[in-house]
């Protein structure tokens, strides 16, 4: 069986979200190709040297285009490729016009809910080329239950075409860089900080965060709010809000950042907050609890279902209950270490080895489907 995937995603310098997701199905894939199951990833440039290396089994395919690389350019290459059994797009949108079967995974519907957050022409792919792909599929894999809801209810889909599966996590890892150094780059003191990870935009509810730790650190002076992310739509209006609200000494910007200094940052927070009006998975929310860092997150969408009994909750529309919770969280060292032991729990739940094995697995299934 040979099992082709658009591996665009995961060759880029920097990974966050999508691209962390399909670049570890790829490190998987990689090491469980063999005799029987080959793999053949398509990629618009040649590999960076963060992706796996190629195999007997596992072996990249090049097609060169700039633009319209998925409707055309891949399409018209696909129709001389006769040793496909299965197209697996592991982010919405699969070639037009193809032959072979496909799996594709949704990560979440946000363009729906959240419209203005998107230049004109993703939208347009986002929604057209999306329904292309789940129409098209013989199984759609929804990285949360959430999702799968959201393309059942908007996409009209049936319920037996769509298959859960989980996103792993990033797992704690042996720092090699200085900790001190890190936390003097940023004025910081040990569990003394706030952060918050993920991209800068409305949905993401960073607003709210900025007002609740705002009148939260006018009780604790010695504590900061640590953002990390790259800006993505209406991002200077959250840089705006620190300066009315001069804030600008207490929340520190640190734009993206390398996993290690990430996973210091989680190791060395009071706690992750996670405002999010929607997401469709939630990643940080097990790379904190991976690196004992409690978690204090949004009680909507899909973000209860990831992190379960061992985060504490807020409603995402009231500033007022975030910071209480801020409060309860400083206040309660029993709860707070209850957190953090729930968390080692939970995490076990989620692996990239897991979405590896279950992913794998209904790819060889889907293969046998009919058209």
Same mark, same amino acid.
């Given at each position: 069986?040979?099992?082709?995937?658009?591996?665009?995603?995961?060759?880029? $310098?920097?990974?966050?979200?999508?691209?962390?997701?399909?670049?570890?199905?790829?490190?998987?894939?990689?090491?469980? =190709?063999?005799?029987?199951?080959?793999?053949?990833?398509?990629?618009?440039?040649?590999?960076?040297?963060?992706?796996?290396?190629?195999?007997?089994?596992?072996?990249?395919?090049?097609?060169?285009?700039?633009?319209?690389?998925?409707?055309?350019?891949?399409?018209?290459?696909?129709?001389?490729?006769?040793?496909?059994?299965?197209?697996?797009?592991? @982010?919405?949108?699969?070639?037009?016009?193809?032959?072979?079967?496909?799996?594709?995974? #949704?990560?979440?519907?946000?363009?729906?809910?959240?419209?203005?957050?998107?230049?004109?022409?993703?939208?347009?792919?986002? $929604?057209?080329?999306?329904?292309?792909?789940?129409?098209?599929?013989?199984?759609? #894999? @929804?990285? !949360?239950?959430?999702?799968?809801?959201?393309?059942?209810?908007?996409? +009209?889909?049936?319920?037996?075409?769509?298959?859960?599966?989980?996103?792993?996590?990033?797992?704690?890892?042996?720092?090699?860089?200085?900790?001190?150094?890190?936390?003097?780059?940023?004025?910081?003191?040990?569990?003394?900080?706030?952060?918050?990870?993920?991209?800068?935009?409305?949905?993401?509810?960073?607003?709210?965060?900025?007002?609740?730790?705002?009148?939260? !650190? =006018?009780?604790?002076?010695?504590?900061?709010?640590?953002?990390?992310?790259?800006?993505?739509?209406?991002?200077?209006? #959250?840089?705006?809000?620190?300066?009315?609200? $001069?804030?600008?000494?207490?929340? #520190?910007?640190?734009?993206?950042?390398?996993?290690?200094?990430?996973?210091?940052?989680?190791?060395?927070?009071?706690?992750?907050?996670?405002?999010?009006?929607?997401?469709?998975?939630?990643?940080?929310?097990?790379?904190?609890?991976?690196?004992?860092?409690?978690?204090? !997150?949004?009680?909507?969408?899909?973000?209860?279902?990831?992190?379960?009994?061992?985060?504490?909750?807020?409603?995402?529309?009231?500033?007022? $209950?975030?910071?209480?919770?801020?409060?309860?969280?400083?206040?309660?060292?029993?709860?707070?270490?209850?957190?953090?032991?729930?968390?080692?729990?939970?995490?076990?739940?989620?692996?990239?080895?897991?979405?590896? +094995?279950?992913?794998?697995?209904?790819?060889?299934?889907? =293969?046998?489907?009919?058209?």
């Amino acid at each position: 069986m040979n099992i082709a995937i658009d591996g665009n995603e995961a060759n880029v $310098d920097k990974h966050v979200g999508v691209s962390v997701y399909t670049l570890e199905l790829l490190k998987y894939f990689a090491k469980h =190709a063999d005799k029987d199951t080959t793999f053949t990833v398509f990629l618009k440039k040649s590999p960076k040297n963060f992706m796996p290396k190629e195999n007997k089994y596992f072996s990249y395919d090049v097609v060169p285009a700039k633009i319209l690389w998925s409707q055309i350019f891949l399409p018209y290459h696909l129709l001389f490729k006769k040793n496909i059994d299965i197209f697996f797009a592991p @982010a919405h949108y699969s070639p037009r016009f193809l032959r072979q079967k496909l799996v594709v995974t #949704i990560h979440d519907l946000s363009y729906l809910y959240y419209p203005d957050e998107f230049l004109k022409k993703d939208l347009y792919k986002l $929604d057209n080329w999306t329904k292309y792909s789940v129409q098209k599929a013989v199984k759609i #894999i @929804a990285v !949360s239950k959430t999702t799968k809801k959201d393309i059942m209810l908007n996409l +009209q889909i049936s319920e037996d075409k769509i298959k859960v599966i989980y996103n792993g996590y990033t797992e704690a890892v042996q720092s090699t860089i200085n900790k001190q150094n890190l936390l003097k780059k940023y004025h910081l003191k040990e569990r003394k900080f706030f952060l918050y990870v993920g991209t800068l935009q409305p949905r993401k509810n960073i607003a709210t965060m900025i007002t609740a730790f705002s009148n939260f !650190s =006018a009780e604790n002076e010695d504590f900061k709010l640590v953002i990390v992310g790259k800006g993505g739509w209406l991002y200077r209006d #959250i840089y705006q809000q620190v300066t009315d609200l $001069d804030l600008g000494e207490r929340v #520190i910007f640190t734009g993206f950042e390398t996993d290690e200094n990430l996973a210091e940052l989680y190791k060395n927070a009071f706690s992750l907050i996670m405002p999010s009006y929607y997401e469709g998975f939630g990643i940080p929310i097990l790379e904190a609890m991976a690196h004992n860092c409690p978690v204090i !997150s949004s009680h909507n969408s899909s973000l209860p279902e990831v992190g379960g009994d061992a985060a504490i909750y807020f409603d995402p529309k009231d500033h007022k $209950d975030l910071k209480n919770k801020m409060k309860e969280l400083i206040n309660n060292q029993m709860l707070y270490s209850k957190l953090i032991s729930a968390g080692k729990k939970r995490i076990k739940d989620f692996s990239w080895k897991k979405c590896g +094995q279950e992913t794998l697995k209904l790819l060889k299934n889907a =293969a046998h489907y009919e058209l």
